[in-house]
């Protein structure tokens, strides 16, 4: 009677891609949300921090924010103030810290150092911090030894020297 009996159907192709279409959009808005949401509390303290060190040390301009945790939380602001001098902010919460980046070793040296002293170290990162309140150097690197292991080894921030090392224990190795 009215054509060959079929319903028209009701997901045609072009229904279907803008079902998927739809259907990714909202799951990478869900996981942005997450994820903001999960940030939101490291993006305010980051914020406090940065205003904290442009107050105390005159900042101009900032290059990196370091959060250490190891004895006690801090966070290291390096930046340049208005007399172009390199600075090191150390902000912990009960104080901070101006500290001039000539009165330490640079992050190279300490890198150079390191290389010399473990020829067969894989440095991942170097990050300045504190440890039992004094200003360091913390390297996280990895040797293969028999398994592959990886150590925290700390060196005073004013003249690079040694302070601790210690080794993160690995579930493959007999120690």
């Known amino acids: 009677m009215f054509g060959s009996g079929r319903s028209p159907k009701l997901m045609t192709p072009g229904r279907w891609v803008l079902l998927g279409a739809t259907v990714i959009l909202l799951i ?6 997450y994820y903001r949401s999960v940030q939101s509390s490291v993006w305010t303290e980051q914020k ?8 105390v040390a005159n900042l ?11 004895d006690e939380t801090s966070w290291v602001v390096q930046g340049i103030d208005d007399q172009e001098r390199e600075l090191f902010v150390w902000v912990t919460a009960k104080s901070a810290q101006v500290v001039p980046a000539s009165d330490g ?3 190279t040296t300490v890198h ?3 290389a010399k002293q473990e ?7 170097i990050l300045p911090g ?3 309140d004094e200003r360091v150097w913390e390297v996280f690197y990895s040797k293969d030894e028999p398994v592959r292991k990886y150590y925290y080894a ?6 690079g020297s040694f302070i601790v090392s210690y080794d993160m224990p690995s579930k493959f190795s007999d120690d």
Not at 28 to 33: A, E, I, K, S, V
Not at 48 to 55: I, K, S
Not at 62 to 67: E, F, G, N, V
Not at 119 to 125: G, Q
């Open 28 to 33: 990478f808005l869900m996981l942005n949300l």
């Open 154 to 159: 700390f060196y005073r921030f004013e003249d």
């Open 60 to 70: 101009t301009k900032i290059s990196q924010i370091d959060k250490h945790i190891w």
């Open 112 to 114: 150079d150092n390191v």
């Open 119 to 125: 020829p067969d170290a894989r440095i991942i990162r």
């Open 130 to 132: 504190l440890l039992e």
């Open 48 to 55: 406090q921090v940065r205003a904290q060190a442009l107050e």
């Open 105 to 107: 070793v640079s992050e």
